[in-house]
């Protein structure tokens, strides 16, 4: 069995998914979506962030799978 490695989040890219977050779960505006996706496509910086990206987007799909 692997053991699992922690990273350690700088601040600014805490601030960075928070960021995303919110944009992603937004309703209201579509043009601020797009600029977070667009921003998680082009950003070749991410690499620490996507374990944390790849949860949180399970967990909105399980919620709307079990709210749908």
Do not use: W
């Not at 922690?6 to 919110?22: G, P, T």
């Not at 690499?47 to 799978?65: N, T």
Request: proline share 3%; hydrophobic share 40%.
């Amino acid at each position: 069995m692997k053991q699992q490695v922690k990273h350690v989040l700088s601040k600014e890219l805490q601030l960075y998914f928070e960021r995303i977050a919110n944009a992603l779960t937004n309703e209201e505006t579509d043009s601020v979506r797009e600029t977070a996706i667009a921003s998680l496509r082009s950003d070749p910086g991410l690499h620490q962030l996507v374990p944390y990206l790849v949860a949180f987007i399970a967990e909105k799909v399980c919620r709307c799978d079990v709210a749908c």
